[in-house]
């Protein structure tokens, strides 16, 4: 705990002596800070205040289809977070020694599917195939579906190497939701209003994520099998398709 709190003040302290915004950079190129402003950055921009009160924004069906959504996005991402170590030490006799190793490998996936999640949603609008909002509903739909289909087959299969394997495609399939669903909120709200949209998505998401565990803990200790607790998080998580797909569809108009 000292050193990850010691590493983490390191890294605040970095970032306040060394972030600068690209105006501001003395040792940005002119060539490099041109390509920045090309794609839409290096600039602050003064954003005007919406006419839309705070309180409004859940009437708009979008706003309570991104809630909902990532109820069923966080709902599975903290069934991992709280229960990833003890099924690996349970059912397949991971030691604590090799735990940090084994734990670990899951979460590359979900930093792989992040990264390409949204690289993959730019290339789509750049090319012209779709719009941006549909461009993060259609990649969340499909990731939350695919996610669904190898969480539940978690509890299916027996060696460590294949439940490894699936624990890192569901982590890449789940963190590829979280930074679409993310950056749609700047494509649903208003520009004065995107903070306050995000913001209560992720409310709705751990609403959903303070009860998982709690619920996956109970499944656990009255059947004594992690299955059920998996095959739910699992179903639970594929009706984020739903929410994002079917509900969440027109921005938010003044």
């Known amino acids: 705990f000292y050193i990850t709190g010691v590493i983490g003040i390191i890294f605040a302290i970095g970032f306040v002596i ?103 949603t ?26 669904a289909i190898v969480v539940c087959a978690v509890p299916l299969v027996k060696g460590l190497a294949i439940t490894l394997l699936l624990l890192t495609l569901a982590l890449c399939f789940i963190s590829a939701i979280t930074g679409s669903a993310w950056a749609l909120a700047g494509d649903i709200a208003p520009p004065s209003m995107v903070a306050s949209v995000g913001a209560i998505q992720n409310f709705g998401g751990y609403f959903g994520g303070a009860f998982s565990p709690v619920v996956a803990g109970m499944i656990v200790d009255t059947t004594g099998s992690y299955s059920l607790a998996f095959i739910s998080g699992g179903l639970i998580a594929g009706c984020a398709a739903i929410c994002y797909w079917f509900i969440v569809k027109h921005p938010i108009q003044e």
């Not at 859940?58 to 959504?69: A, D, E, P, Q």
């Not at 990833?84 to 006799?93: A, G, I, N, T």
């Not at 730019?122 to 996610?147: F, H, N, Q």
């Open 122 to 147: 730019k290339k789509l609008v750049d090319k012209g195939i779709t719009t941006p909002i549909k461009a993060k509903r259609a990649l969340i739909s499909i990731c939350a579906i695919l996610a």
């Open 18 to 120: 060394f972030y600068k915004n690209p105006e501001k950079s003395q040792k940005l190129s002119k060539e490099e800070f041109e390509y920045i402003k090309s794609e839409g950055g290096g600039v602050e921009q003064g954003i005007q205040s919406s006419k839309i009160k705070w309180g409004s924004l859940f009437k708009y069906r979008s706003v309570w289809g991104m809630i909902l959504g990532f109820f069923c996005t966080i709902w599975i991402w903290n069934i991992f977070l709280v229960f990833l170590p003890l099924y690996l030490f349970d059912v397949h006799h991971v030691s604590l020694k090799e735990m940090g190793i084994y734990a670990g490998i899951p979460w590359l996936g979900g930093i792989f599917g992040n990264i390409f999640g949204g690289y993959l």
